[in-house]
């Protein structure tokens, strides 16, 4: 499976904005739930934001990130978004996404290199 890859990663003043996107294969964006992953240094790999293929497109946030993230996708260019608003130094970590069983934080398939985001205070 062609692993997905990731963009859109900097280095953003806390309190400001950033949006990461992920293309994905056409018959995985269309057909599969993808989710948004981060991992800090020294921690393990959580769930942010998930969606599900259209035409549901609903999504789901980890308590963390609600009210501040928002997951989008665009099938007709295969790519997944993650809006990120209202930084902070602990949102700090390499982002991923990846096909996930719908519903869960289950990834399946190979993930992509991820892309850094640094929140400096």
């Known amino acids: 499976q062609v692993p997905p890859v990731e963009s859109g990663g900097g280095s953003v003043q806390a309190g400001g904005p950033l949006t990461l996107t992920c293309i994905v294969p056409?018959?995985?964006?269309?057909?599969?739930?993808i989710g948004w992953f981060r991992q800090a240094p020294g921690q393990e790999r959580e769930g942010v934001a998930r969606?599900?293929?259209?035409?549901?497109?609903?999504?789901t946030y980890a308590a963390s990130v609600k009210g501040r993230f928002t997951v989008s996708l665009d099938n007709t260019v295969n790519s997944v978004y993650l809006q990120m608003n209202s930084l902070q130094p602990e949102d700090t970590a390499m982002y991923y996404c990846?096909?996930?069983?719908?519903?869960?934080?289950?990834?399946?398939?190979?993930w992509g290199q991820g892309t850094q985001v640094t929140v400096s205070s």
């Open positions: 990846a096909a996930v069983l719908c519903g869960t934080w289950r990834n399946y398939g190979n």
């Open positions: 056409g018959n995985i964006i269309k057909n599969n739930c």
């Open positions: 969606v599900y293929p259209p035409p549901s497109v609903a999504t």
